[in-house]
Each structure stands twice: as C-alpha cells, then as structure tokens.
C-alpha cells in the first residue's frame, strides 16, 4: 500500500507512520488526533481517495494519501459503503503499525462523507454503527474535513 505525501512524494505505510511518529516527537506534550477519511468521484470509472491526517490541535497537520481505482459504480449506497471500509481497513493497518510504538493509544477518527443533509442521510445509521463496531470513532459532515476536504480535494 503506498501512500504519496504532499511534500515527501511516494511513501509505504511504513514511511507515513514513521513520518506521523516524527511529526509528533517534535511536540510531544500537544494534543493529536490522527484521521483516516475517504471520499469518491465517478466518471468512466470511480475514483477512491483515502486520506491520512496528522492533525495537532490548535497548530495545523500533514496529511497523505493514496488513490484507487474501481468499475464505475453508480449505487451511492454502494460507494458509500465501499469508502466507510477503505477507511477502516487502512485505520486497522495503520493501529496495527501504532501498536507497536511509542503513541499505541493515538486518538483515532473516522471521517465519513455523509451528513445530514443531502442523499447520504438515510445512510448515517448504518455507517455510523459500521464505524463504532469497529472500535473507531466517526465523525460526520460538517465535521468530517478528512473525507470531505482532503480526499475530496485528489478525487477530481
């Protein structure tokens, strides 16, 4: 699984948890919360974005992400599910690597692109349950930037 950073290109999950460890070290006494979101688009085909962000409260963050490519789906419940275990099966590999380090117990959310608002609201529910059944914490649009800011922004 690779992952490209903004400012240090092409990166392993490794590289990215090295890198989250690095950015915390530098201010371990502050407050960080790490977010895992996706978000999609469809055209020919449907593009996935998986985003993982560092993010120290108050201060600012690093995020990275990878791209995947799927048959074009049409089903809004389908991709919306498709995106929520994304998310999750890069939040398990990522606790995993954390596990083993020096931040195990890093503070970790979900961000859903769903919300009250718009086609997705019948959805919230089921997702939200998806979310805290694994043992995550979700969080929905208007407070989900990870998914519909930062993914958002390497779908297009």
């Given at each position: 699984m690779h992952f490209i950073s903004p400012t240090r290109g092409k990166m392993t999950l490794v590289e990215v948890v090295t890198d989250i460890l690095a950015f915390m070290g530098k201010m371990p006494e502050a407050h960080?919360?790490?977010i895992i979101g996706t978000d999609s688009q469809t055209k020919d085909e449907t593009c996935f974005?998986?985003?993982?962000?560092?993010h120290q409260v108050g201060k600012g963050a690093r995020y990275y992400y990878r791209k995947k490519r799927q048959r074009k789906i049409t089903s809004l419940r389908q991709k919306i599910?498709?995106?929520?275990?994304?998310?999750?099966?890069?939040?398990g590999q990522l606790t995993k690597?954390?596990?083993?380090?020096?931040?195990?117990q890093a503070e970790l959310e979900i961000h859903?692109?769903?919300?009250?608002s718009g086609e997705t609201k019948?959805?919230?529910r089921e997702i939200v349950g998806m979310v805290i059944g694994s043992g995550f914490d979700a969080k929905i649009k208007p407070?989900?930037?990870?998914?519909?800011?930062?993914a958002d922004k390497y779908t297009k």
């Open positions: 960080y919360k790490v974005v998986t985003a993982i962000v560092v599910f498709y995106e929520t275990a994304l998310s999750l099966e890069t939040a690597s954390l596990a083993a380090t020096e931040h195990p859903l692109d769903i919300g009250p019948e959805l919230i407070d989900s930037c990870g998914a519909s800011k930062i």
